[in-house]
């Protein structure tokens, strides 16, 4: 199977396949995927309306998605079932990730479960997110954003840049333009993309690895404006602290102004502030 996957996927029909199936998902099981993504909302402490407004459907059993994009999908290429028939993406919220076209190229799972569990355990190691394999998805040619938010940034002239999937769903919520790289590649593809913007923000996760990513994007950005914040390792988190409306109004100001943004959040939060969603 491994050989026919050129022909599966490059000619486009992952749109075809995968982004059929979950826009028929939407549109023929909407009902029942609202609760599901109420649930999931609800789990992560946000707002179901965002959720849904990302084109993402729940997976509740290993059928379900073969029932609605058809026997196509057990193929190797989709990345979507294995060679027992078990659906990689059972338990999983799936968000389609499009190309500047609105194509879907390929899907990003969030399992709540695990996020619960791992919640309550403590454990801030465990994995609950995944993507498609890299022979089907390459992070580093396509930035995420929810629909028609990169065509609203080129138009406002600015866009906020986060790593994950969820800032960047979160911030796009709160109604700022947000663009994710869902991950620390940096490749040309997105450098000309992120060139049609003219304010690009990044706000690097607080770690070695953000830092490295603003000191690789700012060599090859002119500009490039950096939003630091010290609340938690990250804005979706920060946003989830008693300073929720400081770091939203400083958000606001940044946006809404072009200066560069280095260090601008200085606050001394004890990060056990941060509610436990």
Not at 116 to 126: A, N, Q, R
Not at 193 to 212: C, E, H, M, Y
Request: hydrophobic fraction near 40%; proline fraction near 2%; charge should be neutral.
């Amino acid at each position: 199977m491994q050989g026919n996957f050129d022909l599966i996927v490059g000619d486009g029909n992952f749109d075809l396949i995968v982004g059929d199936g979950l826009r028929r998902i939407r549109s023929e099981d909407s009902g029942v995927q609202r609760k599901f993504i109420d649930n999931v909302a609800r789990a992560r402490g946000m707002d179901s309306g965002v959720l849904w407004e990302t084109g993402a459907v729940f997976i509740p059993n290993d059928e379900y998605l073969a029932v609605y994009c058809g026997a196509a999908i057990r193929e190797y290429g989709y990345d979507c079932y294995d060679d027992e028939g078990l659906c990689k993406w059972n338990n999983n919220l799936v968000v389609p990730i499009t190309d500047v076209a609105g194509k879907v190229v390929a899907i990003g799972g969030f399992n709540p479960f695990i996020y619960l569990s791992s919640k309550e355990s403590g454990c801030k190691t465990t994995n609950y997110y995944k993507y498609s394999n890299s022979l089907v998805y390459k992070k580093g040619r396509y930035l995420y954003s929810m629909p028609g938010i990169y065509e609203k940034s080129v138009k406002d002239g600015y866009a906020f840049l986060v790593d994950g999937l969820f800032d960047c769903i979160t911030l796009t919520g709160l109604g700022f333009n947000a663009l994710a790289l869902l991950g620390s590649s940096v490749s040309p593809e997105i450098v000309v993309q992120l060139r049609f913007v003219r304010r690009v923000i990044l706000i690097a996760d607080n770690d070695s690895a953000g830092t490295k990513l603003y000191e690789t994007l700012k060599k090859q950005l002119a500009g490039l404006e950096l939003f630091k914040q010290n609340l938690a390792k990250d804005i979706d988190d920060a946003l989830k602290s008693e300073e929720r409306g400081k770091v939203i109004n400083l958000l606001h100001n940044v946006a809404n102004n072009g200066f560069l943004t280095v260090n601008l959040i200085r606050m001394r939060t004890n990060l056990k502030k941060i509610k436990n969603y």
